[in-house]
């Protein structure tokens, strides 16, 4: 069995405290998986500064912005945006429970963290 940091499974609180609430915890591998993105990073950096409920639309426009800010990738089109948001990341994010997506509806809401 491998032993070390990257299969530590320990719970870590997401916003940085020292408590030991369990309902704000995610394990190092789900971290990881998180900050894996840049895409998810810079979706992370928008939803701190948004107001909820909030549409794909106006999150696809957010953080199209931010990325063409920051620069540190190529442009992607609107649409490629949305789809992947849509289809990978806003998804992850919910099933951790970080944020709440209604797929069908489209809209992103602060989870019961």
């Avoid at 916003?15 to 309902?23: Q, Y």
């Avoid at 999150?59 to 190529?74: I, K, N, R």
């Amino acid at each position: 069995m491998l032993t070390g940091p990257m299969n530590d499974t320990t719970a870590h609180p997401i916003d940085g405290s020292s408590e030991n609430d369990w309902t704000t915890e995610l394990t190092t591998s789900d971290v990881h998986s998180v900050l894996s993105s840049e895409r998810r990073r810079v979706l992370l950096g928008v939803l701190q500064t948004q107001s909820f409920p909030m549409d794909l639309d106006s999150l696809t426009e957010a953080v199209a912005t931010q990325q063409s800010e920051t620069g540190e990738s190529a442009p992607d089109s609107l649409d490629t945006i949305a789809v992947s948001l849509h289809h990978n990341h806003l998804p992850l994010l919910s099933s951790l429970d970080l944020i709440a997506y209604d797929w069908s509806e489209q809209q992103v809401e602060k989870s019961g963290r």
